[in-house]
């Protein structure tokens, strides 16, 4: 199956790094070009899944206007079905755009903190993101897959995190998780692209850089499985 992976957008981020006003306004229209860019990619190359991997969007300063930009993207690929999970940065929280804004394309799926699971022809789709700023230890040990089908996960959180404060963002074990035996999890939260040894679970990183501590060459590959 054809799926693109991407997370950690963080629309409308301030850039208060940048010595200007004008440098950050520059900034977020090269944020808006390279989400188009992806959209585009998935358009020419008729993908039928989008995953965005939480913190698409900042919850304190995001605009209506720009939420309005990324929602006529997402109607320009109707045949793409776009399953998306909050993060701690854009948690599914009561008047957030995910809850308040009431014109999401009808291709769009937003999880909550309660997984889900969606089963479309010979894939399942399991989902779950923040609904609050913080997450702690989510109970997935006890999810069975169904082998015939591939199974892919999807979240926003910290692997093998040890220190205290990486606790607070959906801790996720790599031995459970390959004990589960999903055929991908795709991630958010860690904004540096890592691949897993066995390359099926995937942090796409930042789809462009957010600060000087993000440089180098930010990709937006599409995998196939
Ligand atoms: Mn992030």
Redesign the pocket.
């Known amino acids: 199956m054809k799926f693109v992976h991407i997370a950690?957008v963080?629309f409308d981020i301030p850039f208060t790094i940048l010595e200007t006003k004008d440098l950050a306004e520059t900034r977020r229209l090269e944020q808006r070009n390279s989400f188009k860019k992806v959209i585009d990619y998935i358009k020419e190359n008729s993908i039928p899944y989008l995953f965005i991997c939480?913190?698409l969007y900042e919850n304190e300063y995001i605009k209506l206007s720009t939420t309005d930009y990324i929602n006529k993207l997402f109607e320009t690929i109707p045949d793409t079905k776009i399953y998306i999970v909050p993060?701690n940065?854009d948690p599914y929280l009561k008047n957030s755009y995910y809850e308040k804004y009431n014109s999401w394309a009808k291709n769009v799926t937003i999880f909550k903190e309660k997984l889900e699971k969606i089963e479309d022809e010979n894939v399942c789709i399991y989902g779950y993101g923040f609904e609050d700023f913080y997450m702690k230890r989510f109970e997935y040990e006890n999810i069975e897959l169904d082998k015939s089908k591939i199974n892919i996960l999807l979240t926003h959180g910290t692997i093998d995190g040890a220190r205290e404060d990486e606790m607070l963002y959906n801790p996720l074990s790599l031995s459970i998780l390959n004990n589960i035996g999903f055929d991908y999890i795709a991630l958010?939260?860690i904004?540096k692209k890592i691949v897993d040894e066995g390359k099926n679970i995937v942090y796409p990183g930042?789809l462009i850089s957010l600060g000087f501590d993000e440089l180098g060459e930010h990709r937006n590959d599409s995998t196939e499985k």
Request: charged share 20%; proline share 0%; no cysteine.
């Open positions: 950690d963080h939480g913190d993060g940065h958010g939260h904004h930042s």
